[in-house]
Nanobody, 127 residues
Framework: QVQLVESGGGLVQAGGSLRLSCAAS????????MGWFRQTPGKEREFVSA????????FYADSVKGRFTISRDNAENTVYLQMSSLRPEDTAVYYC????????????????????WGRGTQVTVSS
């Protein structure tokens, strides 16, 4: 089992920045591929970014590429999402996720590629 707790959300003006953190506990975190997703009311959870256990592979949704940066600190059991140049359309609940022992497979952009989820943190970007 992996327990995930997100933090760092809040209210920010358009053009501003936030850094989300996801603290992991439980089984060995350093071997889990990780991802960030977001969801707004009435919509499906959408992929934002993902990082392999070593950090060698990183993926971004086109909508955040060049503005968001994912990173991880395996010594601290934490994954981060640095969000810059925020837009009102980035407003959502952001969820941290961890893949199972087998990794993503080819599903790093899909919710089905992840076995563990946090409860989410709200990000609101005002115009």
């Amino acid at each position: 089992q992996v327990q995930l707790v997100e933090s760092g959300g809040g209210l920010v003006q358009a053009g501003g920045s936030l850094r989300l953190s996801c603290a992991a506990s439980g089984r060995t975190f350093s071997r889990n591929a990780m991802g960030w997703f977001r969801q707004t009311p009435g919509k499906e959870r959408e992929f934002v970014s993902a990082i392999s256990w070593s950090g060698a592979m990183i993926f971004y949704a086109d909508s955040v590429k060049g503005r968001f940066t994912i990173s991880r600190d395996n010594a601290e059991n934490t994954v981060y999402l640095q969000m810059s140049s925020l837009r009102p359309e980035d407003t959502a609940v952001y969820y941290c996720a961890a893949a199972g022992a087998g990794g993503w497979g080819l599903l790093q952009r899909m919710t089905s590629g992840y076995e563990y989820w946090g409860r989410g943190t709200q990000v609101t970007v005002s115009s």
